[in-house]
Nanobody, 115 residues
Framework: QVQLVESGGGLVQPGGSLRLDCAAS????????LYWYRQAPGKQRELVAQ???????NYADSVNARFTISKNNAKKTVYLQMNSLKPEDTAVYYC?????????WGQGTQVTVSS
């Protein structure tokens, strides 16, 4: 059974930091390209960051230089370090694992940036 389980969300003040973790099971983790998406209320889901199976990274312009995606293949976990958080970063954050046409999603974790 494949599972992607996100954790680390919560309430943080503007300018603060959070780290999201996504632990995978049931897949050969190192073969997958990995993504973090987010969806704010009333908005479409958007791609935040990606890391390929080879370790190349890419970021949305809105988070570039503030967020860092990384992974640990041995722990089957992908991370999203979020710094200098803004109220507009408030959303449900989802991790995604993709290998060819195979695509798995986590259940999401809420991040709220508010004073």
């Amino acid at each position: 059974q494949v599972q992607l389980v996100e954790s680390g969300g919560g309430l943080v003040q503007p300018g603060g930091s959070l780290r999201l973790d996504c632990a995978a099971s049931g897949i050969t983790f190192s073969l997958y390209d990995l993504y973090w998406y987010r969806q704010a209320p009333g908005k479409q889901r958007e791609l935040v960051a990606q890391i390929t199976r080879g370790g190349s990274t890419n970021y949305a312009d809105s988070v570039n230089a503030r967020f860092t995606i990384s992974k640990n293949n041995a722990k089957k976990t992908v991370y999203l370090q979020m710094n200098s958080l803004k109220p507009e970063d408030t959303a449900v954050y989802y991790c995604n694992a993709m290998f060819g046409e195979v695509n798995y999603w986590g259940q999401g974790t809420q991040v709220t940036v508010s004073s």
